[in-house]
């Protein structure tokens, strides 16, 4: 997956837009310090966040993290291979990993988050 076309927040949750949709994920930064994934608590489709609420949790054999909203909009679709697989977080956090697809609400949002090169970069100054 070419991640050039996605773009990342401070909280190292990840958004690929594809039309009115954006699917979310962490990424591979996140889920290396997380390690080991073993459970995934998806958000229910249909619910409205705001950008910055809490979409989801992940917990790890380290520790349990929240996963923020990146985006306003409603939940159109959750990854349920999750439920029974949630280490395809560690495994493929940019493709079969991916947590949540939304409908975006506001695409001004999609302004205040870094792209795959200034996020590298934020990543390295951690």
Known sequence: MD??????TEDHEWVRVEGKKAYIGISEYAQKELGDIVYV????????FAGGDELAEVESVKAVSNIFCPLSGEVLEVNEELTHSPELINKDPYGQGWIAVIEIENPDELNDFMDA??????CSTL
């Open 3 to 8: 991640i050039k076309a996605f773009k990342f």
């Open 41 to 48: 608590d998806l958000p229910p489709v249909g619910e409205r």
């Open 117 to 122: 090169e200034d996020y590298d970069n934020f």
